[in-house]
């Protein structure tokens, strides 16, 4: 019997809307599954590009307006995949329609946006997902079960740093990323990934420091608006103590995310340029093996590694995208999914909290972000 179809709309044919395409196409080859995607309908502004995208990447038809898109009766769930100042509104558009929206991340560009587009999905009781796809890569999958099966003992510290070079070029012209307003911060571009990753192996960040710099502050003759690289020092409401650093200006480092897990009896490190692995130091090891062993996340007894190929031949970024869409529509018509806009909303707080304390040079709590002034008692 063929299995029952949901139509996909995917808003934005850039890099995202192709990684997304990519994913819808190539999860039903890798994995079995309840439903089946068709590709209904792409948008995008400009008429030929959003064309060409759409014979491209196996659509059935395109529009040049995601209004028109979300609206279309044959559109299951819209996947958001334009800039995040755009983001919350389409959301919620999507979510008024009775669609079931993805949106990549960041969420919004503020924690208030993202608020509104939580409510927005939670009034219209849609699914909602959000674009956290580095969790679903093997290894960082693994990294999660092994914390949360005590293989690092109480978690004591967590780094999670990312480093690009994408921004160094001072050449490079204004477009929507250097724009707070549409484009938002390093913090919550980069960093928005790391405190995901982070919280969901350490629980919920309390308060952080911060520090934010912008190296090139004009291009095309126009104010950059955003961070190119900014930190912070992190406390978790478990106790724990960590380090974000996030930085679009780092010569010649492509996508060089790293992040550590020390506990109270082991150490965990996943490092983007070896994807298929991850580093584990055990505290009880004789100490003639003193050092780190080099897991394969690629065992069939892995995270996902039953949909892939044989072990040792690797999987790489686009995995991470087949793995979440394939996830989502694994609960296809029911659900749950995640991480949702609650968890995307959650980690919006966390990137405005260090903005916050690196424009006025103090720690934040989270929950001066989340919580109105009138509402807030001291902490004993
Ligand atoms: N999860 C990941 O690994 C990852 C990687 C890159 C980007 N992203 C996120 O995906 C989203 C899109 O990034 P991208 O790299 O695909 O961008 P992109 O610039 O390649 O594509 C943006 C798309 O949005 C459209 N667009 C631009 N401005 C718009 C507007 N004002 N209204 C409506 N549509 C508009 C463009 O026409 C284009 O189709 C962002 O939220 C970004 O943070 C996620």
Redesign the pocket.
Known sequence: MPLPEVGIGI???????K?HSFAYTAVPVMRSLPCRPRLRVI????EE??SRAAAAYGFESWTTD?HELIQRPDVDIVDI???????AEIASAAAAAGKAVIC???LAVSYAQAVSALDAVRTAGVLNAV????RRLPAVSLMKRMVDEGAVGKVRLVRAIWLSDEFVDPAIPY??RFDRS???TTIA?LGS?LIDMATWMAGDVAEVSGQSETFVRERSNRAVSVDDASSALVRFESGARGLFEMARVAVRRPCDFTIEVNGSSGTLVFEYARLNELLFGEGADEPGLYGMRRIRAEHESHPYARSWWPVGQGVG?GA?FVNHLGDLLERWPDGPWEPDFATGAAVQAVCDAIDRAASERRWVEVREITVPPAARTRRP
């Not at 948008?43 to 400009?46: F, I, T, V």
């Open positions: 808003a934005g044919y850039g890099m995202m809307g990684a948008s995008g502004r400009d590009k959003v995601w995949c334009t800039p995040p100042g755009t983001h990549e991340k960041p674009g956290f796809n580095y477009d929507w549409m484009g938002g571009d990934h970024y991470s």
